[in-house]
């Protein structure tokens, strides 16, 4: 059996693993802190010594002859696939790095290079949740939020490999600043730091919360995921701001499912931590948007592969490119 | 030569016209009210009789041997692209007509089915403003507003052939109500009866404008097209409406454009009629809200076939089918 290195470089972690080229083993799987403030070459020291310490346990695995026919990396973007250079990578520090060839360099095998919310969209097509399903719309929430589409069995990367940028979509041209100098983007309203800034306001104005107290009063430390946990316990202030996270992302879905008709709409990342408080309105809130027959062949699904995807789906974008 | 029919079946005009099938020349280019209140017959009959009359004149053009090897049809959806069936159609108040065929038998050829707006952006695609252009987002703004893709040089369809439904993104989640149930809709803002009403609403509310004596006061008489005269001609008001417009369309298309980074955006529909009066404050939005990568590799540009772009790309869609 031939194995390709996969790895997911995010702005906190970095995690990698062989995964088998049918996609039916995975070996080595481990992660490690990105810790950017070391720099692009501390950081892609990291990668190459997780990527080896995944080919010397295949190694213990095949009798010494593990068959690694490369590597692929999924990483923030922007990013140039062609070149293999990350364009500007503001949560890595990160500008113009040659990552794709650094790494190839390092191990000695070809590298690939691909967006991370692509890949883990892209894993989720080969391994998880959407398995098969075409077209297939993917959308990761967690500090940002991103995304990645998958048609005819192919990632969509658009002209310049930043298609899938879900996460700026307008959802209220007046609404609030995102960082990325617009207002009213999705993902001022529904990532991680924004579910936990909408939670500390409401505090902050008199709202009665167990949130508080949840984290020894100080709502700096208020996470997405202490909204989630708060909900669950029945915190009927946290399970409200649960309820308006699914209103914003389900306008941002519903406009997915308008745009590109799919067979299934995947969410990923920390925000599926909400459950089936979640989903529920969520899915509401497409039927109530979303124009009917688009509606009617759509699932929408939490993604599977909790904290693997980004690795099966560059593995799999190596294979596609390179295999 | 080989000949295609093209026809464009709108809710106010069919247009129909023999495409040759290199693109160069269109022979017997006619229009007819449609007439949608004779029902389905009666409008099928209108097709039949337009199509007849290309193909006339076609063969008063090739010493009476015309070579036409089918007809391409394009028609308000949603519809069926495998059966060939408009399935709900409101502007022509149909339900599931199995229009393709009836086509077919009526012409002795072949024929497909796609929706307008889709045959719009591929005629544009294959001989207009998005010539050769991938991937190619159009989005049409007449009475409605539609939209269509084209990634590797053919239309993206979606799972149920209903992608590209751009007028029902939502813009503004507590916005207008518009006529498909949703609120917020962009087409509750930008589409032409919408820029109408929201004129007549601000002459009610007092606004100084000159938009009403050019309706001789009626101002159920206010159009789009209206609201656009009156802007070239230097009224304050009427431009403040196209730049609102604009305003709300460069949300839309941003959208797009962080969505698909495309190569291309083509306008196209009535709201063309606006000019640079809507296209300059349009581009100046979209470059305001869309991701900086995806802004700087699309280009913004008007629909060149007017009135035609339709009945090519009904030829174009048939062409890349069946021919």
């Known amino acids: 059996m031939r194995y390709v290195i996969g790895v997911d470089l995010g702005g906190t972690n970095i995690v990698a693993g062989a995964v088998a080229e049918d996609g039916s083993a995975i070996v080595g799987l481990a992660s490690e802190p990105t810790r950017v403030e070391d720099g692009a070459d501390g950081v892609i020291g990291?990668?190459?010594?997780?990527?080896?310490?995944?080919?010397?346990?295949?190694?213990?695995?095949?009798?010494?002859?593990?068959?690694?026919?490369?590597?692929?990396?999924?990483?923030?973007?922007?990013?140039?696939?062609?070149?293999?250079?990350?364009?500007?990578?503001?949560?890595?520090?990160?500008?113009?790095?040659?990552?794709?060839?650094?790494?190839?360099?390092?191990?000695?095998?070809?590298?690939?290079?691909?967006?991370?919310?692509?890949?883990?969209?892209?894993?989720?097509?080969?391994?998880?949740?959407?398995?098969?399903?075409?077209?297939?719309?993917?959308?990761?929430?967690?500090?940002?939020?991103?995304?990645?589409?998958?048609?005819?069995?192919?990632?969509?990367?658009?002209?310049?490999?930043?298609?899938?940028?879900?996460?700026?979509?307008?959802?209220?041209?007046?609404?609030?600043?995102?960082?990325?100098?617009?207002?009213?983007?999705?993902e001022a309203y529904a990532s991680g730091p924004a579910i936990a800034r909408r939670a500390a306001e409401g505090i902050a104005a008199g709202y009665e919360t167990r949130?508080?107290?949840?984290?020894?009063?100080?709502?700096?430390?208020?996470?997405?995921?202490?909204?989630?946990?708060?909900?669950?316990?029945?915190?009927?202030y946290a399970q409200e701001i649960v309820r308006e996270t699914a209103g914003f992302l389900g306008a941002g879905i519903a406009n997915l499912v308008n745009i590109f008709n799919p067979s299934r709409v995947l969410v990923m990342g920390g925000v599926t931590g909400a459950g089936e408080e979640l989903f529920k309105p969520l899915r509401a809130e497409v039927t109530r948007r979303a124009f009917r027959p688009a509606v009617d062949v759509c699932e929408i699904l939490p993604g599977e592969l909790v904290g693997m995807a980004g690795v099966y789906g560059a593995a799999c974008a190596f294979l596609q490119q390179l295999g």
């Open 211 to 236: 949130l508080g107290e949840m984290v020894d009063g100080d709502l700096d430390r208020i996470s997405a995921q202490t909204v989630y946990d708060a909900a669950r316990i029945g915190d009927v």
């Open 46 to 186: 990291r990668i190459l010594s997780l990527a080896g310490g995944a080919i010397q346990e295949l190694a213990g695995e095949t009798a010494g002859r593990p068959d690694v026919v490369g590597v692929g990396v999924g990483a923030p973007g922007p990013l140039n696939r062609a070149t293999g250079v990350v364009r500007v990578a503001p949560n890595l520090g990160w500008r113009d790095v040659p990552l794709r060839d650094r790494i190839s360099e390092g191990l000695g095998i070809p590298a690939s290079l691909d967006n991370d919310a692509n890949c883990a969209v892209l894993g989720e097509w080969w391994q998880g949740a959407g398995r098969g399903v075409d077209p297939l719309v993917g959308i990761t929430v967690g500090t940002g939020i991103g995304g990645g589409i998958v048609i005819d069995g192919q990632l969509y990367h658009g002209a310049a490999d930043v298609a899938g940028e879900f996460g700026h979509m307008t959802i209220d041209p007046t609404g609030r600043r995102c960082a990325c100098g617009n207002y009213g983007c999705l």
